[in-house]
């Protein structure tokens, strides 16, 4: 079945640093795949998406590329601020009803 | 825009006590929708799926059940809570089979 693996946190930064979260796919067909941010308290928010290969997400200063030869789609953001302190969750949707995320990586930005 | 409302946002519970936690959707008709569990830090458990009316599907055999008497309207229920049902409850909809969810606000139970 579908799975998605994305890097154990938390992930500690100092504000301005430079981010990365890996995330990782397996899926049969091509998959919309999602990076949805959840802040202390709350529900999912979806952050982007992109829906085929070699597509590009961004949003708020956040990139992630499709790459379907590495079945990957890493988060990144050129420099962090506190405010980004959050629950970061990748996530793919297929063929199936139902989405796969991943377990979810928490984020902690000092100033 | 798809929207989902999800009440109570807290609730205590005794234990025994019946649960019925409720949300709608407004944007979008026929959605697929979704109650996950999750547990503090931790990743989303899916409980329950609805692709429509009356059409539950369950992912883990527990106290817990779900219903959908409405395109709309997804509730979550228990005759007897356990202490091990609290947790961040959170319902969920997608609008079709390649598009993103979203998520209701989440409601969080502590069963005392």
């Known amino acids: 079945g579908d799975s998605v693996t994305q890097m154990e946190g938390p992930v500690t930064l100092s504000e301005e640093a430079f981010l990365t979260i890996n995330c990782t796919y397996t899926?049969?067909?091509?998959?919309?795949l999602f990076w949805y941010v959840q802040y202390p308290g709350e529900g999912l928010q979806l952050l982007l998406k992109?829906?085929?290969?070699?597509d590009k997400g961004s949003n708020k200063g956040f990139e992630a590329t499709y790459r379907k030869e590495t079945t990957s789609f890493h988060l990144e953001k050129g420099s962090v601020q506190v405010s980004d302190s959050a629950v970061y969750f990748c996530?793919?949707?297929?063929?199936?009803?139902?989405?796969?995320f991943g377990r979810g990586t928490s984020l902690i930005v000092h100033p | 825009s798809q929207t989902i409302h999800q009440w109570p946002a807290t609730l205590v519970q005794p234990v025994g006590s019946p649960l019925s936690l409720e949300c709608t959707v407004e944007g979008t008709s026929n959605p697929n929708l979704y109650w996950y569990r999750q547990a503090a830090g931790r990743g989303l458990q899916l409980l329950f799926y609805s692709i429509g009316i009356d059409q539950i599907s369950s992912e883990v055999p527990q106290n817990l059940s779900a219903s959908r008497p409405q395109d709309r309207q997804f509730i979550l229920s228990s005759k007897k809570l356990l202490l091990s049902d609290s947790g961040f409850y959170l319902c969920a909809g997608t609008g079709g089979r390649y598009t993103e969810a979203f998520f209701g606000q989440g409601t969080r139970l502590t069963v005392v």
């Open positions: 996530a793919l949707k297929g063929g199936s009803y139902i989405p796969t």
């Open positions: 992109a829906t085929k290969a070699d």
């Open positions: 899926a049969t067909g091509y998959p919309s």
